[in-house]
């Protein structure tokens, strides 16, 4: 069983899913882009359970590597050191955020194979994204027969996507395949999954129809 996330990013979506993990059992470290003092008390406060380190410490021998960074700092994040790694893509291209970024505002593909690309080498999963920092926690349902509000998941790595499947169904969502990288596109801004309360069934029917 996984158990160690290396969350890269300590802001909203960084430490809303550093509690959920914790409470689910994991260990998990969470960095920023700077020092550990820099984050250390807003971990212990945010964060409790969840271990403040160095990007390159947390992520070291960690089983699974959460980008909770804004997309346009991803060139900011250590490629060689996400190699072989399962790696959650959280990343969404907000313009009035990160600005017109013209390596994806000049590609067809999602943004996701875009990310893929700079991170050759890394077992890349697009997921967590499409559902808000705060309902991470808030439309989590662990009762046994709940209805859960469906996370979906693409990736080119099937066994990565078990992983990151695993990691959904214990924060309290229904994990969906949606399929490849390139049907990331579906849980991205302005697209049919992003932001909207679906169940499984729902999910699942959006990404047959896109396959
Ligand atoms: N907000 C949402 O509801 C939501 C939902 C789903 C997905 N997302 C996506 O999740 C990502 C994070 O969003 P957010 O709202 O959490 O942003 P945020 O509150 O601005 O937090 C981003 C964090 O990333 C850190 N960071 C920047 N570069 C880094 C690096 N190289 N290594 C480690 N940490 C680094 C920042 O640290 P410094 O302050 O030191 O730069 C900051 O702590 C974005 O890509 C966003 O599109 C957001």
Redesign the pocket.
């Known amino acids: 069983m996984t158990q160690t996330i290396a969350i890269?990013?300590?802001?909203?979506?960084?430490s809303s899913l550093a509690r959920a993990a914790v409470a689910a059992g994991y260990t998990v470290r969470v960095?920023?882009?700077?020092s550990v003092d820099?984050i250390a008390l807003t971990a212990e406060i945010l964060m409790p359970g969840a271990v403040p380190m160095l990007?390159a410490d947390a992520v070291e021998g960690a089983d699974m590597v959460i980008l909770?960074?804004?997309?346009h700092?991803y060139p900011?994040?250590d490629v060689a050191a996400l190699q072989g790694k399962i790696v959650i893509d959280?990343?969404?291209h907000?313009v009035p955020v990160n600005g017109p970024m013209e390596e994806l505002d000049s590609d067809s593909r999602s943004t996701s194979e875009v990310i893929a690309e700079h991170f050759d080498g890394a077992r890349l999963v697009k997921s967590?994204?499409h559902?808000?920092?705060h309902e991470l926690e808030q439309d989590a349902v662990h009762e046994p027969g709940g209805e859960r509000r469906a996370m979906g998941y693409a990736t080119d790595d099937a066994d990565a996507g078990e992983v990151v499947a695993e990691l959904i169904d214990r924060l309290g969502f229904a994990p969906i395949n949606v399929g490849p990288l390139a049907n990331g596109r579906l849980l991205e801004p302005a697209n049919e999954a992003f932001g909207v309360w679906l169940t499984a069934d729902a999910l699942q029917e959006l990404a047959l129809s896109k396959l």
């Open positions: 890269l990013g300590a802001g909203r979506v960084g960095a920023g882009s700077g820099k990007a909770a960074v804004p997309l700092k900011s994040v959280t990343m969404n907000w967590l994204n559902v808000g920092y």
